[in-house]
C-alpha cells in the first residue's frame, strides 16, 4: 500500500509564478551580496592551506575534546584526525608563525588535559588540498555535466528547453545554498562541495520526475490549456515530492543536531538544499518551461497574420 496524502489539491501554481520568480531573485541578491560583503566565500584549510601540528598523547583522547579546547582558545577553523595516541591539527592560515602557533595550541592542550603528558612531534606548513588545476577539472566536469543533463533531458522529453529548465534550477539551487553560507559565514570545505554535488542531484531527480509527468499529461490532455495541465501536473506529484523531501531533510535534522561537528556543513547544506530543489522543481523549472512555451506561441500568433499592405 502506497502513503500519500494531499490528495486531489487544485493550487494555481502557474498563477503565481512571478511572485516565486521574484523569491528567487530575492535570494539570489541576498547571496550575491552576502558573498560582495564578506569578500568571498569563506574558503577552508582545503582551499587556502595553513598550519599544521602533530602531537602525541600519553593515553588516547577524545577529539571533541581536543576540538572544544581549541576552539575556546580562539582557534575555531580547524580540521582533526587522530592515529593512536597521536592527533594530526590543521589550521587555517594564522596572524602568527607556526613555532607561535604551536606553542598556543600546547597551553590550551595542556591546560585541558594536565594528567596526560603531550609532546609536538611535527609543525609545518600545509599547501591547499585543492590546487588551482583541480579546480579547474572540478569546474570543467560540471560545465560538461550540465550539457550531458541537458541533452539527456532535451532527449527524453524532446524539447531543449525542457532541458535548460533542469540545469537552470541545479544552478539556481546551488547558488543559493552556496549564497546562504556566505550569509550564515559557513566555511566552504571539500564536505560541502560533495553537499552541493548531493543537492545538484537532488534536484534534477526531483525536476524529471514533474517533468515526466507533464509529457504524460501532455499527450492525454492535448485538448486542455497548457497551464492547466501544468498545474494539474504539479498537483499530482506534489503528495511525492513532498514526502521524498521530508524523509531526506529528517534525516539531514537528526545528522545537523547530532551527527558531530566533522558533518555539521554537510547537513546544514542538505537541510537548505532539500527546501530550495524543492521549490524550485515546483516553482522555477516547471513555470520557466511555461514561459518558454507561452513565448513560441505568441511568436507562432505574430508571424502567422496575415500581410497587410
Known sequence: MQFSFLHNTTIDFIGKRYIFFGVSAVLFLVGLASLIARGGPNYSIDFTGGILVQVAFNQPVALDDVRSSLIAGGIEKLELQSSRNAVIIRAKKQDINQDEFSNKVMGLLKAKFPNNPIVVERTEYVGPTVGKHLATQAFNALVFSFLGI????????????????????????????????????????????????????????????????????????????????????????????????????????????????????????????????????????????????????????????????
Open 150 to 309: 541537458i541533452i539527456y533531458v532535451a532527449f527524453r522529453f524532446h524539447s531543449s528547453i525542457w532541458g535548460a529548465s533542469g540545469v537552470f534550477g541545479i544552478m539556481h539551487d546551488v547558488f543559493v545554498v552556496f549564497g546562504l553560507f556566505a550569509l550564515f559565514n559557513k566555511e566552504i570545505n571539500l564536505t560541502s562541495i560533495a553537499a552541493f554535488l548531493t543537492i545538484a542531484g537532488y534536484s534534477i531527480n526531483d525536476t524529471i520526475v514533474v517533468f515526466d509527468r507533464l509529457r504524460e499529461n501532455l499527450r492525454y490532455l492535448a485538448k486542455e490549456d497548457y497551464a492547466t495541465v501544468i498545474n494539474r501536473t504539479i498537483n499530482q506529484t506534489l503528495s511525492r515530492t513532498v514526502i521524498t523531501s521530508l524523509t531526506v531533510f529528517l534525516v539531514a535534522l537528526a545528522l545537523f543536531f547530532m551527527g558531530g561537528e566533522v558533518i555539521h556543513d554537510f547537513a546544514f547544506a542538505m537541510l537548505l538544499g532539500v527546501v530550495i530543489g524543492t521549490y524550485s522543481s515546483i516553482y522555477v523549472c516547471t513555470p520557466l518551461v511555461f514561459e518558454w512555451e507561452q513565448y513560441k506561441r505568441r511568436r507562432t500568433a505574430k508571424f502567422a497574420k496575415p500581410y497587410k499592405k
